[in-house]
C-alpha cells in the first residue's frame, strides 16, 4: 500500500505560478502524480499547467477535494502557508522550501499540534511512492518498485541509497526525505512508526547526519517495536564540531550528536549500521533474505 | 552569524538589559581615550582589556586582562591587539587580534560578595520549543558543570504560543538563590534577554558570566549571542555587523558565489550536490584512507561556471593531493556536469592533482564518454564504491 501518498492522493502545489512550483509541477504530473492544482494568492481563476489555480487553499480544497499539498512558497511566507494549509484541512503538508526562520517554524509546530496532520519537511525532497505518486523534486526514474521503505534527511543521499537498493534488486516502497533543519514536522521515528506498519515494506533503510537526537529517538523504538531489518548510515563522521554543514540542523553540539554516538546507539537497538555510504544497498541485500 | 562581544553586549543594553559598559577600539591610543570617557562615565579604576574574536576560552589564551591604570590600559592593549590568540576554541595557530574591547571593572569590593551566574536562551530542538538554561555556577565551563554535577544545570521551557511568563522569571530567580533587589534586577535581566533573543531570531544567546555585582546589580559580564542565517533577510541592522575578517577567506569568497564551503585540514578535497551526499563523501575518504579537505555542496546547478570556481576554491588549499568530484545527477543531468568539469579544466589549464570524477543518475554512461574522449587526465567511476577505490589507489 505504501505511505503518505499514493496514486489517488489528490494533491495541489503552493507556489504553483513560480518558477520552482512551475517545473517541478510539470515533473510530478509527467511522473503521473494526481496533481489538482495549485495556490497562488491574486492568480485565482487561472489556468496553469492545464489545472486550476486558487487563490486560497480552502478555496482549492472546496474545489477539487485536494488531501495533499506540497509548498515551494519562499521562505518568508512559508511557515504562512504551512498553516493555511492545515487550517484548510490538508491531511499531508510537503514542504520543499528551504531557509525558513527557526522560530518561524517554532510556531507552525505549535499551530499543527492539536490538528490532524501530518507535516514534513522542510528543507528536504519530498515523498515518493514508486508506481504510485511523485510529491517532490526527486529524479523520479531511480525509485524502481519494491519492497524498502527509505527515510532521510538528505536530497541526493535519499537518491543515492535508492539507486544502490534497486541495483541490489530490491527496489522501493515510498521514500520519505524528512528535511534537514532543526525543526521538522515528521520526525524519523514518525517516519519509521509509518514504513514499519505498512504490509508492503519488507526492510528500511534509515539515514541521518549529526546534529540533534532524531535517529536515537527511533533507533529506541525500533529496538523495541521493530518487526522488519532496519539498515541506518549517518553522514558527518568527518565533520568538525560547532560548524553547521550545509543543512541548518547538520551542526554538532555536544558529544551527543555526533555520527560515531549516534551509529553506536543504533547499534545497540539492533539497526544494521553501515559506515560507508556505498555500502547501504548490499547491507539491505544481505539482512533482507 | 556570531557577533562579537560587544555588539552581543550593545544588542541585549538596546532591549534593556545591563552591561559591563565598554568601548571597542582597534589601537592602543584609543583604548586609553576610552578608559578616561569609562572612568568619567561609570566612575571605574580598573579597566578589563577584552580581545574580540569568534572563539570561546579567551581568557585562557591571554586574551582577557586587568589594567590597573592607564599606563597598564596601553601596554596591555599593545600587547592584545595583533597577537594570535590560541584559545581551545581556535586552531593551533589561533586568531589574529584586530579589535579590543576597553570595559569598566565590575568586580569592586562592596556590601556583598560578586557571584557569578550562567544564563542562556536557545531553541531546544528536541522539544521544538525556546528554553531557558541556568546555574548558579557561572564563569564555568557549562559542559563540564552539567556533566559532573548535573543537578547545578536547570532548564525553564516557553510556551511558543504564550511567550515567556511572569512566574517563570521568578522561578528561575528564586532557583538562582537571590532575594530583595538582586531578585528584581534579574528577572528585568532576564525579560530583556529574551527580548532581544526573539526580537533579533538569535539561534542563541549565552551570558557567561551574568553577575551579581556586591551592590547586587544583575549584569552581563560577557555575552555570546548567533543569530538565524535565515532570518538575516529581516534582521538588516544586525547582517551588517557580521565581521567578515573573523571568517575563513576562501569561505566568504564561496558564499559571495552561492557554493558551501567548510575549509578542514585533510588531503582530499572533494565536489559533491546536496549537504547530505557530501557529508557521506566526506566520510568515505576517510574510509579510503585520507581525510576530507573540505565541505562543499555545489547545489543544483553545477554547470560549468560554479565546477570551475568550486575547482579553484579547492586548489587553493596547498594540503590538497587529490580531488573527488561526487555527482548525483536527478534533474541535473550528468552528461552536462560532465561537459562543465572538462570546460573547467581546459580553462583552469594544468590541475596538478588527480581528479576522480564519480558521475551517476541520469545520463551517467554519455557522462562517462565525455570524461573519457576529453582526454583529461581524470579517473572516472559510476558506482560510489568504485570511486572510494579509486580514491585509495591515488593515495597508496
Known amino acids: ?289 | 552569524m556570531n557577533l562579537h562581544e560587544y555588539q552581543a553586549k550593545e544588542l541585549m543594553k538596546k532591549h534593556g538589559a545591563k552591561i559591563q559598559e565598554g568601548i571597542m577600539v582597534e589601537t592602543a591610543d584609543d583604548a586609553v581615550v576610552a578608559a578616561k570617557k569609562l572612568t568619567e562615565e561609570t566612575g571605574t579604576g580598573w579597566h578589563v582589556i577584552k580581545a574580540q574574536v569568534h572563539a570561546g576560552g579567551r581568557g585562557k589564551g591571554g586574551g582577557v586582562k586587568l589594567a590597573k591604570n592607564l599606563d597598564e590600559v596601553k601596554s596591555i592593549s599593545n600587547d592584545i591587539l595583533g597577537m594570535q590568540l590560541i584559545t581551545p576554541q581556535t586552531s593551533a595557530e589561533g586568531k589574529l587580534v584586530r579589535k579590543i574591547l576597553v570595559a569598566q571593572d565590575v568586580y569592586y569590593p562592596g556590601e556583598v560578595d560578586p557571584k557569578e551566574y550562567y544564563i542562556s536562551l536557545l531553541m531546544d530542538r528536541s522539544s521544538g520549543r525556546n528554553v531557558f538554561i541556568y546555574s548558579t555556577e557561572g564563569g564555568m565551563d557549562i559542559e563540564t558543570v552539567a556533566e559532573e554535577t548535573p543537578h547545578l544545570v536547570q532548564k525553564e521551557f516557553i510556551d511558543p504560543a504564550l511567550g515567556l511568563q511572569g512566574f517563570q522569571l521568578r522561578k528561575i530567580a528564586f532557583n538562582l538563590g537571590l532575594s530583595g533587589a538582586a531578585f528584581k534586577d534579574m528577572t528585568k535581566f532576564l525579560y530583556s534577554v529574551y527580548n532581544s533573543y526573539i526580537k533579533s531570531d538569535a539561534s542563541m544567546i549565552e551570558i557567561n558570566p551574568c553577575l551579581k555585582t556586591s551592590d547586587n546589580q544583575i549584569m552581563a559580564v560577557d555575552g555570546k549571542i548567533s543569530i538565524d542565517d535565515n532570518a538575516l533577510y529581516r534582521q538588516k541592522d544586525l547582517a551588517e555587523m557580521r565581521d567578515l575578517l573573523e571568517e575563513d577567506p576562501t569561505e566568504v569568497e564561496a558564499d559571495k558565489v552561492g557554493l558551501n564551503y567548510v575549509k578542514l585540514d585533510g588531503n582530499v578535497g572533494c565536489m559533491v550536490n546536496g549537504a547530505g551526499l557530501a557529508m557521506a563523501t566526506m566520510d568515505m575518504i576517510k574510509l579510503s584512507g585520507g581525510e576530507p579537505a573540505n565541505f562543499l555542496d555545489v547545489g543544483g546547478t553545477a554547470n560549468a561556471e560554479r565546477v570551475e570556481i568550486a575547482f579553484r576554491l579547492i586548489l587553493k588549499d596547498p594540503n590538497v593531493k587529490a580531488i573527488l568530484v561526487n555527482i548525483f545527477g536527478g534533474i541535473v543531468r550528468c552528461d552536462r556536469v560532465a561537459q562543465g568539469i572538462v570546460d573547467a579544466y581546459k580553462s583552469i589549464g594544468e590541475i596538478p592533482v588527480p581528479i576522480i570524477v564519480r558521475l551517476q543518475g541520469t545520463n551517467a554512461e554519455e557522462a562517462q564518454v565525455i570524461i573519457k574522449e576529453s582526454g583529461l587526465k581524470v579517473e572516472s567511476a559510476i558506482i560510489l564504491e568504485e570511486a572510494a577505490q579509486k580514491v585509495k589507489a591515488v593515495l597508496a
Not at chain 1, 156 to 171: F, M, N, S
Request: hydrophobic content about 45%.
Open chain 1, 1 to 289: 500500500m505504501a505511505v503518505l501518498v499514493n496514486k489517488d492522493s489528490k494533491v495541489i502545489v503552493q507556489g504553483f505560478t513560480g518558477k520552482e512550483g512551475t517545473f517541478h509541477a510539470g515533473q510530478m504530473i509527467e511522473f503521473g502524480t494526481n496533481v489538482v492544482g495549485g495556490v497562488t494568492p491574486g492568480k485565482g481563476g487561472q489556468k496553469h499547467l492545464d489545472r486550476p489555480v486558487f487563490n486560497t487553499v480552502a478555496d482549492a480544497v472546496k474545489e477539487t477535494g485536494a488531501d495533499v499539498t506540497i509548498i515551494f512558497v519562499p521562505p518568508a511566507f512559508a511557515a504562512d502557508a504551512v498553516m493555511e494549509a492545515a487550517d484548510a484541512g490538508i491531511g499531508v503538508i510537503i514542504t520543499i522550501t528551504e531557509g525558513i526562520p527557526v522560530q518561524d517554524m517554532v510556531k507552525v509546530k505549535t499551530y499543527l499540534a492539536d490538528k490532524d496532520v501530518r507535516m514534513v519537511g522542510p528543507n528536504c525532497p519530498g515523498v515518493i511512492t514508486a508506481d504510485g505518486a511523485k510529491v517532490g523534486i526527486m529524479p523520479g526514474f531511480i525509485f524502481k518498485k519494491g519492497n524498502i521503505g527509505i527515510i532521510s534527511k538528505s536530497g541526493t543521499l535519499t537518491y543515492e541509497a535508492a539507486d544502490q537498493v534497486v541495483k541490489a534488486g530490491l527496489g522501493v516502497t515510498t521514500a520519505i526525505g524528512v528535511g534537514g533543519d532543526p525543526i521538522i514536522g515528521t520526525t524519523p521515528l514518525d517516519a519509521v512508526k509509518l514504513l514499519m506498519e505498512d504490509d508492503e515494506t519488507k526492510g528500511i533503510v534509515l539515514i541521518g547526519e549529526i546534529g540533534g537526537d532524531l535517529e536515537v529517538k527511533a533507533a529506541r523504538w525500533i529496538k523495541e517495536n521493530s518487526t522488519k531489518p532496519v539498515v541506518g548510515f549517518i553522514a558527518g563522521e568527518t565533520a568538525p564540531t560547532g560548524r553547521t554543514m550545509g543543512h541548518a540542523g547538520a551542526i554538532v553540539g555536544g558529544a551527543e550528536d555526533t555520527a560515531q554516538a549516534k551509529k553506536a546507539i543504533m547499534r545497540e537497538c539492533g539497526i544494521h549500521v553501515v559506515d560507508s555510504p556505498a555500502a547501504i544497498g548490499g547491507k539491505m541485500a544481505e539482512v533482507i533474505k
